[in-house]
């Protein structure tokens, strides 16, 4: 028998941000991104093409005002988007890690499907954009996928090479992760993961800043 597809789209629309994502977590590999920022979309790419997932991204928002609206906000359809895909955490691997070494940067990334959503980020970085916009994407990650994501970086040698290989980590340790066992077992010693039941709805809701 054929398992199903693991395939989702969802979206997200408040006052600040408008929001579509689609994610097929068993391929083609490949990405479609259009948020507004080339390094946001190029960023999303990364992820997708090294966690060989297929990816559809259409974002607009306030940038005018600051990009970090949209970055978060990015973050959290694409985890309500894997979460959606995943349906219940059962018959998969659960926890990733990866490290991902570019040029003379080295970042690490580990993920937990957990239900308890949590981020820890060392990835030290400069005060221009290209540095500055990105942890909120992880952080919204990690609230939508409700997610344990850890992100660190014991050197580096520019911001762009660390942000570049923090997506590029990431996306192996969430291929890990998702990775199917073969059985149908929860991956934990509780018999159960509270994940949330992800909807449009939930993922439609506007924040509060």
Known sequence: MTA???????????RETR?????RLDGPAGAQARTGLPFLDHML????????????VQASGDVQVDPHHLVEDCGIVLGTAVA?????????????????????????AAVDLCGRPNLVWNVPVGTQPLGGIEPGLFKGLADGLRATIHVNAPYRDNDHHAIEAAFKSFGRALRDAVTPTGDESVPSTKGTIGMRNASNAECGMGNAE
């Open 4 to 14: 199903p597809a693991r395939n989702a789209e969802t979206t997200r629309e408040t």
């Open 19 to 23: 929001i579509r994502v689609a994610i």
């Open 84 to 108: 959606l895909a995943l349906g219940e955490v059962r018959g998969i691997r659960r926890a990733g890690y990866f490290g991902f070494p570019m040029d003379g940067s080295l970042v690490l």
């Open 45 to 56: 790419e990364s992820f997708a093409v090294h966690g060989r997932f297929g990816l559809e």
